[in-house]
């Protein structure tokens, strides 16, 4: 169970790096697990200080948590040619 966990944890993490802030309906539809597996890893990461979740009006919105004390990693664009001095 927690190879699983861990395993749905980094793929909702990568799936906020990639698309930024996303509903959480949008995110059950980019991930194929049970809801509750989701659910349960939605909590370990907010638990973590990974990600956050906020209340829109009509929907939550779940994007990383951007602490200074937690820096977020850089995108990098893997198309573009490596420059080497």
Do not use: Q
């Not at 990568?14 to 980019?30: D, K, Q």
């Not at 990461?45 to 200074?68: C, M, Q, T």
Request: proline share 5%; aromatic share 8%.
């Amino acid at each position: 169970m927690n190879n699983l966990l861990s395993k749905t944890k980094e793929e909702v993490r990568n799936i906020i790096l990639r698309a930024g802030p996303i509903t959480l309906a949008n995110l059950e539809c980019s991930i194929d697990t049970s809801f509750n597996l989701l659910f349960l890893s939605i909590e370990k990461l907010i638990s973590e200080n990974k990600i956050k979740i906020r209340r829109g009006e009509w929907y939550y919105v779940i994007s990383i948590y951007d602490n200074p004390d937690n820096p977020i990693e850089e995108k990098t664009n893997t198309n573009e040619p490596s420059s080497s001095a």
